[in-house]
């Protein structure tokens, strides 16, 4: 990964920002976006120049592909602004790989690095007033790639587009968050592409998370889809449970998104000394633990999300309230990141990346 810009990008600015109508103390998690956007499209097997232009709609054939195969993709990052106006990401080289993985399942063309980082580093130059310094405040990075190809046979496309849109944002979860464990819908599959971050992953949550809503949860914990016994991730997040003191959380797999802030974690803990297992964790160990009040903490880890402590679980009709504990391992994680993240804290791991 060079700090250099090697790739031409053809910019176009705006002439007119939106930043003054923004009332950054409020927003709603991706409602609000930049003034610039990336974009860069694929056609006759290679990817074109990249440009840069103002955010706004965009042009599409009704019968692109992506409309009726949902062949798309996506990422989610973030850059973080110090108190001197420094900005940074998040191990940005992992969110690459990944746009890639879920690529390669989909059958589009990869993406090359210099044009991603390139391409990332030009837009937060361009649109760095937009990036606001304090914990907590950040921007969204959602880069995504679409098939545009204009054809309603059911193949992949020829033709792409890749494109970067930022969006300034607080906190993803306002309030208490409870989830509620899933044992009839599955969100992936053995062979499917459960690890892919893929758009259809999230379309089909909606419905058994709006059913699930309705009794009061926020968001559902996934169960393996071949048994309904054993706990995977929960909606936008990977999930982590604190029994005693050992950290838990379930292998990846072809149905679990590898996240990049639960490895982040994993090695923290490790570097502290925390317990880890890493293994199939089954719905009756979480009962039982809860029951018998070795269940401490539960959180989920994501980007979008950070850490969010949750506040209780419910499954088959009983509801768990998880009681606040002093000393949680979801704070001591959530503060170690984000030192890392705002560049308060020496980074050991080589995770933060100057812009
Ligand atoms: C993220 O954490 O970046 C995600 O992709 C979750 C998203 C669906 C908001």
Redesign the pocket.
Known sequence: MKNSISTPIEISKTNRSKIEQVDFENLN??KTFTDHMFICNYANGVWETPKIIPYGPLTLDPSSRVFHYGQAV????KAYKDEHDDIFMFRPEENFNRINASAKRLCIPEFPEAYFFDGLKTLLELDSDWIKPGYGNSL?IRPFVIATEASVLALEADEYSFMIICSPAQS?YAGEVNLLIEEKYSRSASGGFGYA?AAGN?AGQFYPTNLAKDKGYQQLIWTDSNTHEYIEEAG??NVFFRINDTLRTAPISDRILDGI?RKSLLEIAKREGITVDVSPIRISEIITAAENGTLKEVFGA????VISPVKGFGHQGTHYDIEPIENSYASFFKKTLMDIQYNKAEDTFGWRYKV
């Not at 996506?74 to 990052?77: D, Q, V």
């Open positions: 998690f991706g996506f990422e989610g990052m969204y993803y971050k999230y936008t997040m802030t994501g980007t979008a999300a």
